[in-house]
């Protein structure tokens, strides 16, 4: 019995030996700063004593070297520091999806039971600026004029029916059916000095999705509007 249990131990007592033991280290290639002052320790002892080498050439050799050391570290640390950078980036982003931002377009998507947005800028004073609609199929339907306007933003508010400018609501289904859900176009018109001129708008847009580009900038995909850089983005909504 104590046979089989002092083989039985040393058995047991083997197979931790095995398991602990490690495999051994894979040698590297890559001559560091130590093998390197080795090397330039070496050459100092075997040099010509009648025609010694100049310190200044090991110094030299010495700072050359840890200048590319120096570079490799820095690029090593640069690398990590801007793939992190680029997953926080893509973290936050991905939290816009499914909230508004407003961008410079005059297209956009209006959901059902949903509220589009937007601003335009007066440059100058206007004695009438008008807003004109038009679905998909690029059909004229509704336009609603805002009388003169002094210069400056007008900023209003659409939700298919009734369009609110500066508190006041303008009903722009004439006491029909709402517009339906889909994408629209608004095209703003000034009368200034005599002369119609086209005004730039901005309209709020839902985020659908987000894509990191290769360059590591942030393009949201917006409902209506397409692709947009997250730096053409006016405001969070």
């Known amino acids: 019995m104590n046979t089989v249990n002092d083989a039985s131990a040393a058995g047991h007592v083997l197979s931790n030996l095995s398991i602990s033991q490690k495999k051994p280290e894979a040698k590297s290639n890559e001559l560091g700063q130590t093998a390197f002052l080795e090397l330039m320790i ?30 490799e570290r820095l690029n090593s640390s640069f690398d990590k520091f801007s793939g992190n950078f680029m997953s926080n980036q893509a973290l936050q982003a991905s939290s816009l999806v499914g909230r508004s931002v407003t961008v410079p377009t005059d297209t956009t998507y209006l959901a059902n039971g949903g509220i589009v947005s937007g601003s335009v800028d007066v440059p100058q004073a206007s004695s009438n ?24 933003e007008v900023v209003f508010r659409f939700d298919g029916q009734y369009m609110e400018v500066d508190g006041e609501l303008i009903d722009w289904s004439a006491g029909e059916e709402p517009f ?18 086209s005004l730039a708008t901005s309209l709020s847009a839902n985020v659908n999705s987000v894509t990191l580009a290769d360059n590591g900038g942030i393009i949201l995909n917006l409902a209506g509007v397409g692709a947009v850089n997250i730096s053409a983005v006016k405001q969070f909504n």
């Open 129 to 152: 600026v008008q807003i004109s609609l038009y679905d998909s199929s690029g059909s004229l339907v509704g336009q609603v004029p805002l009388g003169a306007r002094e210069a400056g």
């Open 180 to 197: 339906a859900p889909g994408d629209y176009k608004f095209d703003v018109n000034a009368n200034i000095n005599g002369e119609a001129q």
């Open 42 to 71: 070496t050459q100092m002892n075997n040099q010509d004593p009648l025609s010694p080498q100049d310190n200044t050439d090991f110094i030299a050799q010495l700072a050359q070297f840890s200048s590319v050391e120096g570079l």
